[in-house]
Nanobody, 118 residues
Framework: QVQFVESGGGLVKPGGSLRLSCAVS????????MGWYRQAPGEQRELVAV???????IYADSVKGRFTISRDNAKNTLYLQMNSLKPEDTAVYYC????????????WGQGTQVTVSS
């Protein structure tokens, strides 16, 4: 069973920065596609950014140029650097692990709250 430890969320003013981390238990971290998703109150969960096992990245248009997803396979950890934060970035951010070779391998972290407010 995969376990996640998410951290780094909090309250920040518009224009500020936060760095989210997601530490994943178990081996074979490097083979998985990892992603960050978010869900605002009353909204559906949406993709923020994804990073493949070889480092290829995809970003939602709303965060391009402001957010950077990265991974440290030696530490089994996923990161999301968020800069120039806006109030509309307020949401619960979830870490996701997915393996294309087995769609049943799809796990979610517990989520961490990010609030952007003055």
């Amino acid at each position: 069973q995969v376990q996640f430890v998410e951290s780094g969320g909090g309250l920040v003013k518009p224009g500020g920065s936060l760095r989210l981390s997601c530490a994943v238990s178990g081996s074979s971290f490097s083979i998985y596609t990892m992603g960050w998703y978010r869900q605002a109150p009353g909204e559906q969960r949406e993709l923020v950014a994804v990073i493949g096992s070889r480092g290829a990245t995809i970003y939602a248009d709303s965060v391009k140029g402001r957010f950077t997803i990265s991974r440290d396979n030696a530490k089994n950890t996923l990161y999301l650097q968020m800069n120039s934060l806006k109030p509309e970035d307020t949401a619960v951010y979830y870490c996701n692990l997915f393996w294309e070779r087995d769609p049943m391998t799809n796990y979610w972290g517990q989520g961490t709250q990010v609030t952007v407010s003055s």
